[in-house]
């Protein structure tokens, strides 16, 4: 059974920092390209990052330069160190695999990030 669960969210001020963690079970993790994604209450699911399995990154264009995604095949875990943050990165952040637009797996409970002063 595929898991995928989610820390590291909280309250920051505008400018500071936090590092997202997904711990992933019930999956060969390392075959997988992974991505972050976030959402916004009324509004769709976006991709924020992708780490293909090779270690490539890509991100969307709001967040380069700030934040950076990074995974450990030991762990099962993927990563997201965002800096800089600002208001409009509020949301629930997500891990799931990285598919272009097809299903992934099933989402886990995300994690809530709140950049507020």
């Known amino acids: 059974q595929v898991q995928l669960v989610e820390s590291g969210g909280g309250l920051v001020q505008p400018g500071g920092s936090l590092r997202l963690s997904c711990a992933a079970s019930g999956i060969r993790f390392r075959l997988y390209t992974m991505g972050w994604y976030r959402q916004v209450p009324g509004k769709q699911r976006e991709l924020v990052a992708r780490?293909?399995?090779?270690?490539?990154?890509n991100y969307e264009d709001s967040v380069k330069g700030r934040f950076t995604i990074s995974r450990d095949n030991v762990k099962n875990s993927v990563y997201l160190q965002m800096n800089s943050l600002k208001a409009e990165d509020t949301a629930v952040y997500y891990c799931n695999r990285y598919t272009g637009g097809g299903p992934g797996f099933n989402w886990g409970q995300g994690t809530q990030v709140t950049v507020s002063s």
């Open positions: 780490i293909s399995t090779g270690g490539s990154t």
